[in-house]
């Protein structure tokens, strides 16, 4: 008798602790889901190979090919990323990291037939494109930094110079702005060719900015200009499913401030592109399009493993809040890293290539936080409720599943009760969380489902998205 005693009073405070678990996720701040308050359309979360960053990737051995496209786009053994952004050559030869141009060659002026010479491999990123589409990739991006150089007024395709013909920008070997057209269609048409669709087309990167590599120089107005030949040229090609985006500006208020010129050919454009170097997107802009951010990195920082340490530029927790603002605070419908795999020492990437070592980085979890959470066609909606420290963004998948990712930038826990309302009454039949911290990567974490309300722990310094169906 003593000893059936002494076991149920040992059991006691297991069980007492138990059922403090179980309460204590139960009891955890209410978070609200306002299935009915919907704010803009997710198209996705991606990065770039461009600059023959493909080639370095194509160097490793096959495994190590696959696991790195793996981590990049797979939804079950990677961050998911659903957008891929291709640079569309310019260079006449791929010296140094140039992208080779598909017309590298002046056919004597702007009305003779340019002189195509497609490789087949446009810098090993078809390869990395067809990878993609093979791990459900749809939205493929792709941007030229400039136009060949015999196009353009300084006879360059880098330091600046403008396309010859639009406004302020006469040449004497005429206006090439049909030609440049052309071109940009025949780069799609090789594509199709190889079973690959470009959904969005664009045709300038940074154009307030003068670089030593490919750059061309445009303001709003000349991108407008060029708009109008581009949008019919597509058209006669039967391409008008193929979005034309501009313009990549080097930061969102840059961007913002070429809006009113863009006026004019607003019904050709698909998407209004910025980058985040000069400023980062905190709030929307005026305009119909959809936004993407389309490309950010901290480009000169040492490689950072680290979720979090001390909240510096390269570090996880900094990304997650980055990605955050973008869409929840300036409505941002696409989050861009600038590349995702190469080698090197900084953290411009979110995966490193040291010889057949692949390392992913906490920022690439970061954005599989949210890739695999919000899918694309996905729409973002109302939350309310979260806690203290604790920023919150939820989305309506097109499957009808619920997604809300719980980003904690404090040192402490946060026990969180996730309900729904409105969607047609939509009442979750089970859950399942996921979470990156300094220890774990996109981990399955603990979630309990009562009432169809998901209760879990969302840890300190951690990110943590809780998928709801």
């Known amino acids: 008798m003593a000893s059936w005693f002494g076991l149920a009073t040992a059991l006691l405070p297991l069980a007492a602790a138990r059922q403090h678990g179980i309460a204590t996720r139960q009891s955890g701040t209410v978070v609200t889901v306002n299935l009915d308050q919907k704010y803009q359309v997710i198209d996705g979360f991606g990065a770039s190979e461009a600059f023959q960053r493909a080639v370095q990737m194509s160097k490793l051995t096959e495994d190590q090919q696959q696991h790195t496209l793996d981590l990049l786009f797979s939804t079950t053994n990677g961050a998911g990323l659903s957008i891929l952004r291709n640079g569309i050559g310019s260079s006449p030869d791929m010296s140094s990291d140039h992208m080779v141009s598909i017309a590298p060659k002046n056919p004597g002026g702007p009305s003779s037939p340019l002189q195509y010479a497609w490789d087949g491999s446009d810098n090993k990123q078809l390869w990395v494109s067809q990878e993609a589409v093979k791990r459900g990739v749809r939205t493929i991006y ?21 396309l ?8 004497s070997s005429g206006d090439w702005k049909q030609a440049y057209a052309d071109y940009l269609v025949q780069y799609v048409k090789y594509y199709l060719e190889s079973n690959v669709t470009i959904t969005h087309l664009g045709f300038l990167n940074e154009p307030e900015l003068t670089t030593s590599y490919a750059s061309m120089r445009s303001s709003g107005s000349q991108a407008a200009d060029f708009i109008k030949v581009l949008g019919p040229t597509l058209a006669r ?13 080097e930061g969102w208020s840059s961007q913002a401030s070429m809006l009113g010129q863009l006026a004019s050919v607003d019904q050709y454009i698909s998407t209004i592109t910025a980058h985040a170097y000069t400023s980062s997107p905190s709030s929307p802009m005026n305009t119909r ?21 001390s909240g510096g530029a390269g570090e996880g927790l900094t990304w997650a809040n980055n990605i955050h603002t973008a869409i929840v605070n300036a409505n941002a419908s696409a989050y861009l890293y600038w590349i995702g795999a190469q080698t090197g020492t900084t953290n411009s990437k979110l995966i490193r290539l040291d010889g057949n070592t692949v390392t ?11 890739s695999r959470a919000a899918r694309p066609g996905a729409v973002r909606v109302g939350v309310t409720g979260a806690p203290s420290g604790v920023r919150t963004a939820a989305f309506r998948n097109v499957d009808g599943s619920v997604a809300v990712v719980f980003i904690n930038g404090g040192t402490g826990a946060a026990n969180v009760q996730v309900k729904t309302t409105g969607g047609e009454a939509f009442a979750a039949a089970n859950a399942t969380a996921y979470v990156t911290d300094n220890t774990r990567d996109y981990n399955e974490t603990a979630v309990a489902l009562t009432n169809a309300a998901a209760s879990m722990s969302v840890p300190g310094r951690s990110i943590v998205s809780v998928i709801m169906r």
């Open 237 to 249: 090609n039967n391409l008008t499913a193929v979005g034309i985006n501009c313009c990549d500006a």
């Open 142 to 162: 792709a941007d030229a930094w400039s136009a060949p150089g015999y196009m353009k007024t300084n006879g360059n395709d880098a330091n600046g110079g403008s």
């Open 289 to 309: 399009h959809r936004t993407w951010q389309t490309e950010a990195a901290d480009l000169n920082g040492n490689w950072q493993g680290a979720f979090f340490s």
């Open 164 to 171: 010859c013909g639009v406004g302020g920008a006469s040449c």
């Open 360 to 370: 992913a980085s906490k920022r690439l979890w970061a954005f599989g936080q949210f």
